[in-house]
């Protein structure tokens, strides 16, 4: 058995655009052979969650930054990187932390917005 580390974090800490283009990649990713969805992202493992998503904190691992991932995502990839999270679900029912900063949408009803 393994020990594993999780980082849960707001979906509110994301910038919009980046929020609003991932959830737009798992509403059109196809779905594997196993029934699994393929998120096409070219920099990161994201796994589609009821109420947000997962992501693999493995690009960190690789080495400099994606020119795709705002500073403020890779800073929390960092983080759980660092701390040896293997993942980061990102809620939209989490509660904001306030050392990280936060993106309100316009479009979404404020019990969405953590």
Known sequence: MRHA?????STAHLPVAER??????????????????EVGHLDLVIEPYAYGFFVHT???GCGGEAPDISQEFW????????RDASWVLFDRDEPTCSELPIFADPDQPEEHQS
Do not use: E, K, W, Y
């Not at 580390?5 to 974090?9: A, D, E, Q």
């Not at 991932?22 to 196809?30: K, R, T």
């Open 58 to 60: 493995s690009v960190v």
């Open 75 to 82: 800073a929390i990839l960092s983080a759980a990187f660092d």
């Open 5 to 9: 580390t999780l980082f849960v974090c």
């Open 20 to 37: 609003r283009h991932i959830d737009h990649l798992i509403a059109v990713a196809p779905r594997g052979p196993d029934g699994r969805v």
